[in-house]
């Protein structure tokens, strides 16, 4: 198993930047890829980024240009840099580890998340 824990949300306020991180514990030598998805108040659950284990990552349209995600293997943690900073963008972020289950299937762990509010 894998336990993953997020910080740095908070209030900002539009154009500004904020760094998110998610610190990994447990089976993490066998995370396949890891990700940032955030949740608005009444919306779906969206991908934001997403890293693999080989480093290729891939953006939403909303997050491109904007939105860095990077991963720091001896810390065991994975980071999203948010800049330029829409009041859109307000929903909790979730960091996600996949771990592969089975050929062709993984299963997926989350964080608790942590709530960013772009309001000025």
């Known amino acids: 198993q894998v336990q993953l824990v997020e910080s740095g949300g908070g209030l900002v306020q539009p154009g500004g930047s904020l760094r998110l991180s998610c610190a990994a514990s447990g089976s993490t030598f066998r995370i396949a890829s890891s990700g940032w998805y955030r949740q608005a108040p009444g919306k779906q659950r969206e991908l934001v980024a997403s890293?693999?284990?080989?480093?290729?990552?891939n953006y939403a349209d909303s997050a491109k240009g904007r939105f860095t995600i990077s991963r720091d293997n001896a810390k065991n943690t994975v980071y999203l840099q948010m800049n330029s900073l829409k009041p859109e963008d307000t929903a909790v972020y979730y960091c996600n580890a996949r771990l592969p289950a089975g050929v062709n299937s993984f299963v997926g762990y989350w964080g608790q998340g942590t709530q960013v509010t772009v309001s000025s």
């Open positions: 890293i693999t284990n080989g480093g290729s990552t």
